[in-house]
């Protein structure tokens, strides 16, 4: 048995293509067959989308990209291959018919699976000669970023085909599902099977439309499961007891007709099942601890959803929105008393700017000074109006002093300095605290421009801003020169 | 009718209390009854416990959080509250009894709102001698983070009292899915019901454990659902022909047995629905776009799941692994030949870089800038292995200059130039070109100090490191200075 270097795809549509992304991105070579007559453009098109999905993704050095040949027919398809994935359409006797020929032209110890959604690997294996080498590998659209995987033998696969197969699509960045016994629809589509109907059902019964029902999904459960399944979820309900005292709660709601799909008939082995199971999976982390850790992801994903401005991300943004409408911000007038530095911002050090030693990443100092630079220009007035207009400053250069660590959870205050402001230029300085003891973090000396955003050109700064800096400038100018400021690295 | 101030709230579990989270940090204060005796030590500490999440969620500006108070019977908090949201045990008898007594201590005009997962509002309105004010308001765990609300009429229930409702739950940062029509389990959990007997079907036939049949969600179909329902997946799934393609080419799987729940009986009008829906849904934007964005958004969540370990990010995070492990990076050895800045590390502007001026942050230059330091350490043979034994580089002072404007996908090329070496410190400076013009974007000058990490104090550079840093600089030395070294702000 020699090194997988050369997958045969038999079908290049959504599927086929999603599997060679993968592969080729992993620096294995594809030899594809479709009898389609513009498959060939559409597979080619198809992995140049995928391409840059895959390579956000990971933060891993890239593979040398593995090539993409056609072949003629299946059989020349397959006899290149030393492991074949098919990815033909969804009908048994077309599938059952194209393994046939697969198999008559691999080499016998070469893996052929398919990517079925649901049929038995038994009837696919049927006319094989070599159909010991025969398994289900099911895939999730989009093929080149989704990581599971489903194996399931028929009745004349060996075992040792599972264990190459799986030790392969691991390789490939997938997680193995394999299941031991067959079954229509194998698992996973079994679940979104059973959800799919239930949606129709709702439409039908006319509850909802369609886009009310994704909805029901979007903005609650869908959050959940990108994190865990039912079984978890459900034991994270039941609270410290878990799924054995949820059970007990949501007994008698259990015959009641929240679906057309009926209960299995219950049984206390099914029990036994149900309550080891969630057991075994949580492990020795208590209840509360996987509910806190559920949130920290919960919060993160949620906030990556607003910079998409999608889903339940949507919804957060404009509650920040409101949130920032009903504030009331210090707004800067004529006769504001400034007797020191200006103190307009402070935050919590978030868990996702924490690097591997457990500490404030440098890169989050900078973001952090940002946010406080940003509300120096809310107290200035230099808001969305300003902003839409056309004009905004541009950091040209920035000097940090890190002095001391900042772990996840420590509050910061922030204290701003205005040093100098001239027709185009504001130079200031900002002062990272500790939000309790008052310890300096770090410093920031900056100097921005003022531009024209659409010409990208420096520009004089408006009146009003200017007028308001100035005279945050002229108070500042009694205050002491930061030890920090003109520093030179070494000197 | 005045302003909603205060929140009754009956029943103070995991449901009662994530409610009370939720209008108390946005302002409002809570009163709560519960009978259980440890109640309101119990409310308090989960409060406490999801305050951190809702802080971290949001970048808004924070509200003066809200009070919370007992009150000593039902009746006692619906006297007191301008809306009352009830969270008791699931059980109908109890809260339909429940409801008479809210209802006869409320005020008239009062928003009565039950967070049952699926009982009729008729049934719990039957009692009441206001039933007009009765609703369902159904939220999801965690009620704090998930933005999801299902407001649901019973026979006698009022159109104006859902307006209200729903514009109340906005201003609480919900997404209101308004139902015209009752159902038992309404919307969401029938669909999550379906799954999740399903669920149970598959367990009961020993096809999987629970941690096998979670694992098949958590990889594949959730990552989706978090940000698309069933309709849109499948719309996606059929191409640019979108559902009615999909339709065309699964109809012989409707049939299949791949649940033990059945299809609804098709009918034109059903078909009409499912495709018009999924067209209203897609909007003006082509099918291969909202693929486009399903995957900008699956590969930053993902990105998210690795930062946390959990699911496809655990995945991701070994597939990363194993390219690093089968990658050939250079590595410093005595006879290196170096006659310029060594060119270790390139990179693409990722999309989360980007900020509303549609330009890299000034923050993520310093990100950027941090990966070419990890490239030199790599190259010096500075590894895992070094950071466990408790030695690593810190970041004491960086002067930046950005030149030019990146924006998302292009690609950087970054140049490293050693200055100085000396027993504790390394002095660098990084030069970011663009990728394809070799135009440069920015410099860096840094300076490092070499630390033991667990004392958190400078030491010397261990002995190979420092040979090959004295080395890079010996040669580095002949390089001319960049001008950017040694820069004073504003001189």
């Keep these: 048995m020699s090194a997988v270097k050369t997958i045969g795809i038999a079908g290049t549509g959504v599927i086929g293509a999603g599997w060679a992304a993968r592969f080729m991105f992993r620096g294995l070579d594809v030899v594809a067959f479709d009898p389609a007559p513009d498959a060939e453009t559409r597979m080619r098109e198809a992995i140049e989308n995928a391409w840059p999905a895959m390579q956000k993704l990971t933060d891993g050095p890239e593979a040398r990209p593995g090539t993409l040949t056609f072949a003629s027919s299946a059989s020349e398809m397959a006899a290149q291959a030393d492991f074949v994935q098919e990815a033909a359409p969804e009908r048994e006797d077309l599938k059952t018919a194209l393994f046939k020929k697969i198999d008559a032209a691999a080499k016998p110890d ?34 080149y970023l989704l990581p599971l995987v489903e194996t399931v033998p028929g009745e004349k696969t060996a075992p040792e085909i599972l264990d190459r197969a799986g030790a392969f699509y691991e390789r490939m960045g997938m997680q193995v599902l394999r299941l031991h016994k067959e079954i229509e629809g194998y698992v996973c589509d079994r679940l979104q099977e059973a959800m799919w109907r239930e949606a129709l059902h709702v439409l039908n019964k006319n509850i909802a439309t369609t886009g009310e029902i994704d909805d029901a ?84 994903m949620m906030r990556v959803l607003r910079q998409h401005d999608i889903g339940a991300g949507t919804v957060l943004a404009r509650d920040e929105q409101l949130a920032f409408a009903a504030h009331d911000f210090a707004k800067w007038t004529p006769d504001a008393a400034i007797t020191g530095p200006l103190e307009l911002y402070n935050c919590t050090v978030r868990p996702q700017w924490v690097d591997y030693n457990g500490h404030m990443s440098e890169s989050y100092y900078l973001w ?12 200035i007035g230099i808001d969305e109006a300003y902003r839409a207009g056309g004009h905004s400053f541009y950091t040209v250069e920035s000097h940090i002093n890190y002095l001391r660590e900042a772990s996840s959870g420590e509050p ?80």
């Design 412 to 491: 910061l205050h922030f204290t701003t300095q205005v040093l100098t402001i001239d027709e185009k230029r504001l130079h200031l300085f900002h002062t990272m605290h500790h939000g309790q003891s008052g310890d300096v973090l770090a410093t920031t000396e900056q100097m921005l421009l003022h531009v024209d955003s659409n010409a990208s050109r420096a520009v004089p700064i408006l009146r009003d801003v200017e007028e308001a800096l100035q005279a945050i400038a002229l108070k500042h100018a009694d205050l002491p020169r930061p030890e920090q400021v003109g520093r030179v690295i070494g000197a």
């Design 110 to 143: 070469v893996i052929i699976a398919s990517s079925s959604s649901g049929f038995l690997p038994t009837n696919l294996q049927s006319q094989c000669k070599h159909p010991e080498r025969v398994i289900i590998g099911h895939p999730f659209n989009p093929v």
């Design 368 to 379: 952090a000074f940002g946010e406080a630079t940003d509300a120096l220009f809310r107290y």
């Design 217 to 300: 999904i979007v903005y609650s459960a869908g959050l959940r499961w990108a994190i865990m399944g039912s079984f978890m979820t459900y034991h994270l309900a039941g609270g410290d007891g878990g799924m054995r005292h949820f059970i007990s709660q949501f007994d008698p709601s259990m015959e009641l007709p929240w679906t057309d799909l009926n209960f299995p008939k219950w049984s206390d082995e099914l029990e036994r099942k149900l309550v080891e199971g969630c057991e075994e999976q949580a492990g020795d982390i208590p209840v509360h601890k996987w509910a806190a850790k559920r949130d920290e992801v919960l919060v993160d």
